[in-house]
């Protein structure tokens, strides 16, 4: 696993696997990468790049292996070059891996340290001292690179630093700006780069992905792998975190009872209510809420051809049910309530989309 400078987790690492700029195998997306490639054969490759799409696919990945052939001379000259992989053992390869490189700055949240954990934001003063490396010439005349990861950990400040860059950026820059929800980034940052949305994976990726990473994910039985499939969505990090059998079995507790909507089965309900308001249960009451708007977002997919009178109580029902969620957690307030008034609530809506 990858570790920070001070040797602790990296924001968002999911333990177990390598982190983007130590993974050297990519798997799908074939499209994004040949945009960069022919933006280097031509000699005019874009100096902004969003690169957008859900979680856990590989937009990070992408950005790396960007940033390694780029800051390699030689293959960023090649006129004929038709792929990014560069060597592990390589010189450029070790120092990004390192964040040692000197024309490389990567903008993310700052790791945990002993006293404290990571932060939740990317503060403007971080933005400033990165892109002070924009100010002067790249030492062997090479591209300067810049990875934000990601997009939405940036303050308002700090991206509208991060702009003033970007709208005069200087020869031969690149920078490489990660978002989960691109249609969210600044708009003026937005305008300025080059939009390349990655898609979901295709399963027999995911396992290929899957296979790279050894022992011991690849020691988990295929029947468990084919589940966590079922809810990856596309997802390589999601899969990964779905190769669970209990909470797989957990999930399909809560669509058994969404299915049967707007029958209740309120024993069951009560039970899950119950259960989901013990101290421990913090990561079975996120599910439990990813599970219900995945189905309500399903729900709405199916029916998309009924017209916006007939969706609007399952909208309208999510909404509510997002407000009360984030009420739950900012006053700290007891679950049990909250969740026996989702299902009467989804019950209703149901009722009256039918």
């Given at each position: 696993m990858s570790r920070d400078e001070q040797g602790l987790a990296e924001p968002d690492q999911f333990d177990g696997a390598p982190h983007p700029r130590e993974q050297f195998a990519f798997f799908g997306h074939r499209d994004g990468e040949d945009a960069f490639l022919e933006g280097l054969r031509s000699g005019r490759l874009h100096h902004a790049w969003l690169i957008g799409g859900a979680q856990g696919i590989g937009k990070a990945t992408l950005a790396y292996r960007v940033a390694r052939t780029v800051l390699d001379p030689q293959r960023s000259n090649e006129r004929a070059i038709s792929s990014l992989d560069v060597p592990a053992g390589s010189h450029v390869a070790r120092q990004v891996?390192?964040?040692?490189?000197?024309?490389?700055?990567?903008?993310?949240?700052?790791?945990?340290?002993?006293?404290?954990g990571p932060s939740a934001t990317i503060p403007v003063d971080a933005v400033r001292r990165a892109l002070g490396m924009f100010g002067s010439t790249a030492a062997d005349g090479g591209y300067r690179v810049c990875i934000v990861d990601?997009?939405?950990?940036?303050?308002?400040?700090?991206?509208?630093?991060?702009?003033?860059?970007?709208?005069?950026?200087?020869?031969?820059?690149l920078f490489l700006i990660v978002s989960h929800a691109p249609q969210r980034v600044l708009p003026t940052i937005?305008?300025?780069?080059r939009r390349l949305l990655l898609r979901p994976l295709e399963d027999q990726d995911i396992k290929a992905a899957i296979a790279s990473l050894g022992s011991p994910w690849t020691d988990i039985p295929q029947d468990v792998v084919d589940q966590a499939l079922r809810y990856g969505e596309g997802s390589v990090r999601r899969t990964l975190e779905f190769l669970d059998a209990d909470k797989v079995a957990f999930i399909d507790q809560v669509n058994r009872l969404l299915n049967g909507l707007p029958k209740a089965d309120t024993k069951q309900i009560l039970a899950l209510a119950e259960a989901l308001s013990k101290r421990d249960a913090d990561d079975s009451y996120e599910l439990a809420l990813e599970t219900v708007q995945r189905w309500v977002s399903d729900r709405l997919h199916e029916r998309a051809g009924l017209g916006a009178s007939r969706l609007a109580p399952l909208v309208e029902v999510c909404d509510k049910i997002g407000r009360s969620a984030r009420e739950i957690d900012v006053f700290n307030l007891d679950r049990r309530p909250f969740i026996l008034t989702m299902f009467d609530d989804l019950a209703e809506a149901v009722r009256r989309a039918a």
């Open positions: 891996a390192v964040l040692s490189h000197p024309n490389l700055s990567v903008l993310r949240r700052a790791p945990a340290t002993d006293k404290k990601s997009a939405e950990d940036l303050t308002i400040s700090s991206a509208n630093a991060l702009l003033k860059v970007i709208e005069e950026p200087p020869p031969r820059s937005r305008s300025r780069c």
